[in-house]
């Protein structure tokens, strides 16, 4: 007979479970504009650019989606080529590089948009009001507890 695990062990399988759901959810959207095979990480870059009225540097972009330059290179490399991202060298440090959505970036802004509503509405999550404005400050209390003993 096999024992029943507490549930706070239980609880973390969805973690990855609901982000392969977000992740998919993503996916399909991005896929349904023309743009098959962009992640989440390719929708937080751009969903960061368009609420940007100045071009962003790589640094910017590395902090906001906590990944590292490296990774966010390649990350807007296949922007770029998606013909979604511009990347001109900065005006302020010639070792950056200025990003900003390009024409075509520009013309999905809205569908962006629409898609980062659909994310966020409490029907996707399936909760309500109530329960988001409990859950939300425990996920970033268990966020920043995992990120500070990772980083010490």
């Not at 200025?98 to 629409?114: D, F, N, T, Y």
Request: charged fraction near 30%.
């Amino acid at each position: 007979m096999t024992r029943e695990l507490p549930k706070r062990f239980r609880s973390v399988r969805y973690f990855d479970r609901i982000s392969s759901e977000i992740a998919d959810i993503v996916r399909l959207e991005m896929e349904k504009l023309g743009y098959p095979g962009l992640t989440t990480s390719h929708f937080e870059i751009l969903t960061f650019l368009l609420r940007s009225s100045v071009p962003i540097n790589m640094t910017q972009v590395a902090k906001t989606i906590e990944k590292t330059k490296p990774t966010c290179t390649v990350l807007v490399n296949r922007l770029v080529k998606e013909g979604l991202v511009e990347r001109n060298p900065s005006p302020s440090d010639g070792r950056e590089w200025a990003l900003l959505l390009s024409k075509e970036g520009k013309k999905i802004r809205q569908k962006i948009v629409s898609i980062s509503a659909k994310l966020l509405s409490l029907q996707t999550w399936g909760i309500s009001k109530e329960n988001e404005d409990i859950l939300y400050p425990i996920l970033e209390e268990i966020y920043k507890h995992i990120r500070n003993k990772k980083e010490n």
